[in-house]
Each structure stands twice: as structure tokens, then as C-alpha cells.
């Protein structure tokens, strides 16, 4: 069995008689790194939801490493495009309350003073520790946002556009950063993105959903690159070339946005 099998999940909102999502089967490998694309309103924040488990699926369900998956849980963190941090706590304070929320049996109080700071070294942000949320940039926050997912030992890393209100370079950065923590501690991703380059400089392989509503998964391609993988190198490789122009080919061509399709 899979790691994480998403199976037949069908989404109606307000017992609409159209689903949003309809029939969605994925299974994911442990360590595997997937992104799920496609146009606006697909779903793909939907499927997040259900995986989360802040959302039920109408139909189908969720089993995560041998466990139905029904409400939220530690074991999935949720990294969103907006920081959800707590302004009134330093970026230390915010990372080792989950810490404490979720390890306080398994670790003594030193261990999770460690484990916080260790988590805050992971995202290179051990000189910002005792700022607020207020006082660092954008950048800064999506990585203490991903320090706090990753603090709370989660079994899948849920990440819902976690670039997307980023600069571009910042957003090179973090993803370079988020590579390398991917290698480290060979977690399980699924995130969603809108960005082809980012879709397969991280994935190992990229869901592409078809346009809502009723939508399903239309292709799943993998993306085969050898990892580490080096952005300025994959910018000439063929092989990265040929799987970007694969993942356009679908979205603005057979699955063009809706109204925008070519007559
Ligand atoms: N709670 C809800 N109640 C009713 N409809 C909803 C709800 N949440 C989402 N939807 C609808 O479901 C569809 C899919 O939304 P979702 O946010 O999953 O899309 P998305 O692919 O993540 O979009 P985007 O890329 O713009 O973030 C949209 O039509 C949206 O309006």
C-alpha cells in the first residue's frame, strides 16, 4: 500500500449536484515530492483541504500511512501562501509552540528548546529568532512558517502556494532551501503551486488537474531529473526543457483556462 492514497475524493460544496473535484485517485510514495497544478478554481486547494483534513470529501477518502485520515492532525502541516504566524510571539515563540503542542510528551523541556532551535537553523533563521513576525520580510515568514510545519515531525508536508506572494529571488531562494531540506530529511510533499519552473525544478512528479468544475486528474508526469538539482544547470537541460514544455502543453493547450481557449 502507499504512503498516502487519495482515493475516488469527489468535493460537492452545498449538496451542489456538481462536483468541484470528481473521482481524484493518488497514491504517493514516502518521500516522494508531488505537486498538484492547474487553473484557478480546479480544486487544488480543495484537495489540499481534504488531505489536511480540514475539509470531508463527499466521496472517497484519505488513508495516511495505514490510517483513515477524518479532522486536522500534527502528522500533516499545513504551510499556506500567507504566513499564519502569531504576531505577538518571536519567530522562536511561534516555532516552539507547536513544538510544545505536539511533542511535549515525547521530549523534556531542553529537547524542545533544542528541537525549536534546530528547526529555526534548518530555514537559516537562527539570527532573527527573538523578532516578530512584524519585523522581518515576507521571505523570512514563509521560512518560519515552514520551520514550524517541519518542527512538528509531520509524516506529509502540505504546502498550499507557499511562494506565491513572494519576489522572484526570494522565491529562488526558498525553493533552493526547501530542495535541500526535502534531500535532508526525505519528508513527503504535496503542494500545490501555479509555476510550471517550480513544478519540476522540485517534483518528482507534477498532478495536473483538468478545469473544474467535475475536475480530475488529467496527467501525472514525472519528472526526470537526478537530484541535487542545480537551477542554472536545468535551465539548458533538455530533459527539464522538454517536461516544462509537457506541463504548458497541458495547461494552455488541451486544458486551457476557461474563456481563453484558442477558437
Ligand atoms: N467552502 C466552499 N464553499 C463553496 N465553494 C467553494 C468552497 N471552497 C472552494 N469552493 C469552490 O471550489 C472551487 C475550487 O476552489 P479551490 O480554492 O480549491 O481552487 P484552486 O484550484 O485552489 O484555486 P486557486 O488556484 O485560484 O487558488 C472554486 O470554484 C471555489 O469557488
Redesign the pocket.
Known amino acids: 500500500m502507499s504512503f498516502l492514497d487519495i482515493s475516488d475524493v469527489t468535493i460537492a460544496?452545498?449538496g451542489s449536484r456538481v462536483p468541484?473535484l470528481n473521482g481524484v485517485d493518488l497514491k504517493i510514495s514516502r518521500g516522494e515530492y508531488i505537486s498538484v497544478i492547474?487553473?484557478?478554481?480546479?480544486?487544488?486547494?480543495?484537495?489540499l483541504n481534504v488531505v489536511a483534513g480540514l475539509l470531508d470529501a463527499t466521496r472517497g477518502g484519505v488513508v495516511l500511512d495505514g490510517r483513515e485520515i477524518s479532522g486536522p492532525g500534527p502528522d500533516r502541516a499545513v504551510v499556506f501562501q500567507n504566513h499564519s504566524l502569531l504576531p505577538w510571539l518571536t519567530c522562536y515563540e511561534n516555532v516552539r509552540l507547536a513544538v510544545d503542542q505536539t511533542l511535549s510528551k515525547q521530549m523534556s523541556r531542553a529537547e524542545r528548546h533544542e528541537w525549536t532551535l534546530a528547526n529555526i537553523a534548518l530555514v537559516r533563521m537562527t539570527h532573527a529568532k527573538d523578532k516578530r513576525p512584524g519585523e522581518i520580510s515576507g521571505g523570512m515568514k514563509q521560512r518560519i512558517g515552514i520551520a514550524r510545519a517541519l518542527s512538528m515531525k509531520p509524516k506529509v508536508l502540505l504546502l498550499d502556494?507557499p511562494f506565491g506572494a513572494l519576489d522572484a529571488l526570494t522565491r529562488a531562494h526558498l525553493q533552493d532551501q526547501v530542495m535541500q531540506i526535502h534531500a535532508e530529511l526525505g519528508t513527503t510533499v504535496m503542494m500545490?503551486t501555479?509555476d510550471v519552473d517550480e513544478a519540476v525544478l522540485l517534483s518528482d512528479r507534477i498532478v495536473m488537474l483538468t478545469n473544474?468544475?467535475n475536475a480530475r486528474i488529467g496527467e501525472i508526469l514525472e519528472v526526470d531529473l537526478p537530484r541535487p538539482r542545480d537551477r542554472l544547470a536545468l535551465a539548458t537541460d533538455a530533459r527539464f526543457i522538454s517536461a516544462r514544455a509537457a506541463v504548458l502543453e497541458f495547461l494552455h493547450h488541451r486544458h486551457a483556462a476557461p474563456g481563453l481557449k484558442a477558437a
Open positions: 460544496f452545498n468541484v492547474g487553473h484557478s478554481g480546479c480544486g487544488k486547494s480543495t484537495l502556494e500545490i501555479h473544474g468544475p
